[in-house]
């Protein structure tokens, strides 16, 4: 599973912000080479953190340099990497878990909600200044069309630990970049009936915050949703019953 949400998640990074498969260099350190920090970075990659504090030390080193090409600092691509090693080091010597790229606006806490990497990356994100409700601001400048996810929405996709720990810090549920779209719409496109579980029955729905409007202009409700993305797993109809249950009460 993971392997696949990877290919996926880097096939839509190739497209969005290069268009040119031959020029993708992906989240390789590479990124960085040329550049003012590219010893600096080479030391990162390569776990030799005590050269890389003397670096910090000795020179005027900017610890989220933007790389050229997609204008990410080395903790996107630590985060990416699931190396959680380079990320303490990078976060306890200032990096930004909130700082947003220049492609589509993605930050290391949206990736480091994805369900690819270890959710320890997360708790430390979160731990150290990492905002559960970052996003992209209509106004932010980017060279492609800005994402539209939160931390929490991302997590709500895939993954029951990673949404739970996003909630518990402050996530907030009724929220979406693009209205609607929030994390119980998620969830329930996904059909990950055990994060709609979840929330439905430990935290307070706005349900009219969550909906999509279909192409003939109509507006559906989480209840309508659900009806649309049928569950995969005969295991999760009795939860399915007691949620759709519960919408009817709310409704």
């Known amino acids: ?53 003397k670096m910090l030390k000795d020179y005027s080193i900017d610890i989220d340099f933007k790389d050229p090409k997609f204008g990410e600092t080395l903790l996107f ?60 601001k209509e106004n932010e400048i980017l060279s492609y069309g800005r994402i539209l996810e939160t931390p929490l929405t991302k997590a709500a996709f895939i993954s029951l630990e990673k949404t739970k720990m996003i909630v518990k810090a402050g996530g907030d549920l009724n929220f979406s970049v693009k209205p609607g779209r929030t994390a119980f719409f998620k969830a329930a496109i996904s059909t990950r009936i055990e994060i709609l579980d979840y929330l439905l029955f430990n935290y307070k729905l706005d349900y009219k915050k969550t909906f999509t409007v279909t192409i003939k ?27 759709n249950e519960y919408l009817d009460s709310q409704y």
């Open 77 to 136: 691509w630590a985060v990416f990497n699931d190396n959680l090693d380079a990320v303490k080091f990078l976060v306890d010597h200032g990096a930004n878990p909130n700082a947003h790229n220049t492609c589509n606006g993605t930050s290391p806490m949206v990736l480091a909600a994805s369900g690819f990497n270890s959710i320890e990356i997360l708790k430390y994100l979160l731990e150290h200044g990492g905002n559960p409700n970052d996003y992209v």
């Open 1 to 53: 599973m993971r392997k696949y949400i990877l290919v996926i998640f880097v096939t839509q990074m190739m497209v969005a912000c290069i268009g040119n498969e031959k020029d993708y260099l992906g989240y390789d350190i590479e990124l960085w080479k040329d550049t003012e920090v590219w010893d600096f970075a080479k030391c990162i990659s390569k776990g030799k953190f005590e050269r890389a504090e």
């Open 217 to 243: 202009g109509d507006t559906l409700y989480l209840k309508e949703i659900m009806k649309n993305n049928p569950i995969l797993h005969p295991n999760d109809s009795i939860i399915f019953m007691r949620i």
